[in-house]
């Protein structure tokens, strides 16, 4: 699944258009590199959001094939730190 909708659809990001525009600025990082939203993730990637008063770090634990509801989005990856 491509990054914009994993943030999208796990709601680390509410809308895909603002995913890609974070992306874009630089300030989503996954495993430690700067991603475009077009990267494609696997399970055990690490993504770190960059907000404008707080670095979020998260663990890819699940990459869905479609969209999930609001109470499995939480499950699909796990909070570091």
């Not at 890609?20 to 700067?34: A, F, I, Q």
Request: aromatic content about 4%.
């Amino acid at each position: 699944m491509r990054l914009d909708k994993f943030l999208k659809v796990s709601r680390l990001i509410k809308r895909r258009t603002v995913a890609n525009t974070v992306s874009d600025m630089g300030r989503v990082l996954v495993n430690g590199n700067p991603a475009k939203p077009s990267k494609q993730l696997c399970v055990g990637d690490i993504i770190e959001i960059e907000y404008a008063t707080k670095t979020e770090k998260v663990e890819v634990l699940i990459v869905p094939t479609g969209n999930v509801s609001i109470n499995e989005a939480s499950t699909l990856y796990k909070s570091i730190e």
